[in-house]
């Protein structure tokens, strides 16, 4: 599985590619809000971890397309009723922030049996997941908190950890340098046009 690094900027990509334009202060919270929503799937640990078999529900129907088609659903009728936004960009943004941690998963080694997840349940109960990894698999042991909490913090675990950082890194930085190019090409657009009118 994926650690919350890779879950994190996936979300912050997904706050990027449908952001509107609002002050920097909105932009942050937003983004922070959606870097959350990327790791949200996983909270489903906590729900084990409290029975004391962290892993017992975990990669289940929380790791699904219909519930981030459903997550979207809700938060945009939320917002919709609440503060008025357009109902449909709005759970398009929030549904594709919670489905980017399934993309992210299914960019995952995942070598234990079996491999991958159930992300068409209930409409399908194969297993999903790619042939050519990005990201790099860490070995959690559900079965106990002790186990859990061990196999987190073991060295392994913090090998792929900087990997994700060096991905992120490089996700984020294109992205901007991306959007950079696009303004800065914008701007001289919008010179040159000026230029042409005196």
């Known amino acids: 599985m994926a650690l919350p690094i890779a879950h994190a900027a996936a979300g912050y990509l997904v706050h990027r590619a449908t952001f509107d334009g609002r002050p920097a202060s909105e932009a942050w919270q937003r983004a922070a809000v959606f870097m959350f929503?990327?790791?949200?799937?996983?909270?489903?640990?906590?729900?084990?971890?409290?029975?004391?078999?962290?892993?017992?529900?975990?990669?289940?129907?929380?790791?699904?397309?219909?519930?981030?088609?459903?997550?979207?659903?809700?938060?945009?009728?939320?917002?919709?009723?609440?503060?008025?936004?357009?109902?449909?960009?709005?759970?398009?943004?929030?549904?594709?922030?919670?489905?980017?941690?399934?993309?992210?998963?299914?960019?995952t080694i995942d070598s234990r049996p079996p491999a991958g997840a159930q992300f068409l349940w209930p409409l399908s109960d194969a297993y999903f997941g790619t042939t050519v990894p990005v990201f790099g698999e860490i070995y959690i042991d559900g079965r106990t908190r002790e186990g859990f909490l061990r196999t987190v913090l073991a060295w392994p675990s913090v090998v792929v950890l900087f990997?994700?950082?060096v991905i992120a890194g490089v996700a984020i930085g294109g992205w901007h340098a991306v959007e950079w190019v696009r303004a800065r090409s914008g701007t001289l657009a919008l010179d040159s046009r000026e230029e042409d009118l005196a």
């Open 37 to 107: 929503i990327g790791n949200l799937p996983d909270l489903d640990f906590l729900i084990g971890f409290a029975l004391g078999f962290p892993g017992m529900v975990h990669r289940g129907a929380s790791h699904t397309v219909l519930a981030a088609v459903l997550f979207g659903i809700a938060v945009g009728a939320f917002a919709r009723w609440r503060w008025g936004e357009r109902f449909g960009p709005t759970a398009l943004a929030f549904g594709a922030a919670y489905a980017s941690h399934l993309l992210v998963d299914f960019l």
């Open 163 to 165: 990997r994700e950082l």
